[in-house]
């Protein structure tokens, strides 16, 4: 264990109710609530602690790979950044982290270096062996950025995953070159890092809703002025400077924001950086947006979620309205959504009413009200993140506030309705258990197949500020059955010649 894992844990106060929260209750009724809320609270707390302690014990049987970090403060957001090395029995590879802090220090983004075990590498009892209160050696800080305000998303962009956007309390979108701007120490009256490009064009706070596109350089927000906003980063190129070193691309090395000078070591207005005004602004939802996401093909195409519970897609080409707008996707807000990368027609949505819906853009609607394909209900709380699995095209991820993180195979679903007796809900194949409170977020590994890192809140329980936990579960949970088996078959095989040998 390194020096890291034995610093002394620091008391975490928190700032906001975090979305998921219930809001407090007024006065004349607050006692007998709480009351009623702590007896419920430890009724919850027992059985998270009873089924933590279950799956600990499997973790060497269902997992090729889990590291476990206790994190000094809360997080809301992580995402994976570039890989940096390949060696022979591990990965070295970016990750990026928020930090939420009391205001005793800034609020940070954290850019840190991660070592990925490869495949079949960990030995059993090693992963299984790891002290929750404590960081990971697989996970180092690398740098810090001061940030003006809580972050509430990460978003890397894709042509360049050095380049990452943030949503904090405030109308603007963020983005950083992380590797150009200098690392700093977050003590009591640091000024905040000055972002490299901010995106203006929301009239209100927009806080969650933020997607990269993976073929432009373009960004997508949606906010509590009901709006979705698109910016193209490219824009700022083309109207900061002329010099032809701008327009480098993220092949030949250059940057893909080009600076008139260089980030400053500090300034208490973010809003002192360059900025950029909007492609376009979209309106046609009637409460607050929580989640975007553009078409895997098209910069032009996207959707979006939010609290109006309506999935609306949106064609740049055809205007500002919505080129299709479901009604009642859901029966609560919707709080995430997600465009399948293998297949365009395929969405996944997140609800409050605790369930994932998997819609068909050719066949959203029936009467005006959303139609899905099916509805995925294996979580007991409102369902925060949800993501298509990058290696296999049916896999997804969903995580919500009963602490779970469901794998699901939507092709799964009809053979498991052919088949008797209780099991698990269709298409779920895999529960990740690891977390003792809401996850937050969670990222699937585009270089590291199966690989996921996954956030909680669940500071109350272990002592720190949440958990970040990198995990793999085992290859015989995923690959086909048949060749499973034969795998099976042969060290079974293997065994018995080895027991008769004298």
């Not at 800080?141 to 003006?148: E, W």
């Amino acid at each position: 264990m390194d020096a890291q894992s034995q610093q002394p844990q620091v008391g975490v106060v928190k700032k906001k109710e975090t979305r998921g929260r219930k809001p407090k209750p007024k006065e004349e009724k607050k006692d007998d609530q709480q009351q009623q809320a702590k007896m419920k609270k430890a009724h919850q707390q027992a059985t998270v602690d009873d089924k933590y302690t279950q799956w600990k014990s499997l973790v060497p049987v269902l997992y090729d790979w889990l590291a476990n970090h206790n994190l000094v403060w809360p997080s809301l957001s992580c995402r994976w950044g570039p890989q940096l090395e390949q060696a022979t029995y591990k990965n070295r590879q970016r990750l990026y982290l928020s930090e939420q802090t009391d205001g005793s220090v800034p609020n940070t983004l954290v850019i840190a270096n991660c070592e990925v075990v490869k495949p079949r590498v960990a030995a059993a009892e090693h992963i299984s062996q790891f002290n929750e209160e404590a960081r990971s050696p697989f996970v180092k800080k690398y740098k810090t950025i001061i940030h003006p305000g809580e972050i509430n998303r990460i978003r890397e962009l894709p042509q360049n995953t050095k380049i990452v956007a943030t949503h904090t309390d405030s109308p603007d979108v963020l983005i950083w070159d992380v590797e150009a701007q200098p690392n700093r120490h977050a003590v009591l009256g640091a000024t905040s890092s000055r972002p490299d490009l901010i995106l203006t064009g929301h009239q209100d706070n927009a806080e969650f809703a933020l997607a990269m596109c993976p073929t432009e350089p373009y960004v997508l927000s949606g906010g509590k002025d009901k709006t979705v906003v698109l910016w193209s980063i490219q824009d700022h190129i083309s109207a900061a400077t002329t010099d032809p070193a701008a327009t480098k691309s993220q092949g030949s090395g250059g940057s893909i924001i080009k600076q008139n000078s260089k980030p400053g070591d500090g300034n208490d207005k973010a809003a002192d950086g360059p900025s950029v005004a909007p492609r376009g602004i979209y309106y046609g939802h009637e409460d607050t947006v929580e989640d975007v996401a553009f078409c895997p093909s098209s910069s032009q195409e996207f959707c979006s979620v939010g609290d109006d519970s309506c999935l609306i897609l949106w064609d740049a080409r055809v205007g500002s309205s919505p080129a299709i707008k479901v009604e009642k996707a859901h029966n609560a807000d919707l709080h995430c959504v997600d465009w399948n990368p293998h297949d365009d027609n395929l969405i996944l949505t997140g609800s409050a009413d605790n369930s994932v819906r998997l819609f068909d853009r050719r066949n959203l609607t029936s009467g005006g009200v959303g139609a899905p394909i099916y509805k995925f209900e294996g979580h007991k709380a409102a369902v925060l993140c949800v993501q298509w699995c990058p290696d296999k095209s049916s896999v997804f991820g969903s995580s919500a506030e009963d602490g779970l993180l469901n794998i699901w195979d939507y092709e799964k679903v009809c053979k498991e309705r052919t088949t008797k007796g209780p099991s698990s809900p269709p298409g779920l194949f895999f529960q990740h258990a690891g977390h003792r409170d809401k996850v937050v977020d969670f990222h699937w590994n585009a270089s590291d197949p199966w690989t996921i890192v996954s956030v909680s809140d669940d500071c109350d329980t272990t002592g720190g500020g949440g958990t970040l936990q990198i995990w793999r579960m085992s290859d015989l949970i995923y690959r086909p059955e048949e060749e499973v088996l034969a795998e099976l078959e042969k060290f079974k095989s293997h065994v018995v010649s080895c027991a008769s040998k004298p």
